[in-house]
């Protein structure tokens, strides 16, 4: 059998699912900022009268067409490093198909898995906090059960 993978977003407690929704506003916030160029130059394009006083009666175009050359190898060897990762992960990945959603994992092949039994996989699975001691090859060596609607329980 196979290792289980535990995967359930909804048991995630408040504060876990806060932070993920806080980084995602954040990168999204960082993902605009990039893009604050192209708005810019568009907004310039509309006639927005900030951006042609900067870049026309200024001659702030002329620092632009300077940078022009940097701006394209930039987006060039970005590009580059894309376009070689693709074909990278296209000859690494061509046969194999790997979107196989993950089997779901019993109470029963957990126990098997842990070599404890099904009923304290059960009464562990109703805990909410379990402190778990591992040898040095990875088995179970002890489980301690701190949820304090329950019994402290210890398995060795």
Not at 60 to 89: C, D, E, Q, R
């Amino acid at each position: 059998m196979k290792s289980p993978i535990i995967e359930n977003p909804s048991l995630q407690t408040l504060r876990q699912r806060f932070t993920s929704s806080f980084l995602t506003f954040l990168f999204w916030v960082f993902w605009i900022y990039l893009w604050l160029p192209l708005v810019s130059l568009l907004a310039w394009g509309v006639g927005v009268d900030l951006f042609y006083q900067e870049l026309i009666a200024e001659s702030g175009y002329k620092t632009i067409l300077k940078m022009m050359f940097w701006y394209i190898i930039a987006i060039s060897t970005t590009a580059v490093i894309f376009i070689a990762w693709a074909v990278y992960n296209l000859f690494r990945f061509r046969k194999k198909d790997r979107r196989k959603e993950a089997k779901v994992v019993g109470t029963i092949d957990l126990a098997h898995y842990f070599k404890i039994d099904e009923r304290q996989v059960k009464k562990f699975q109703k805990s909410k906090y379990l402190v778990i001691h591992h040898d040095e090859e990875g088995n179970i060596k002890s489980i301690e059960n701190q949820n304090p609607n329950l019994k402290i329980t210890r398995i060795a």
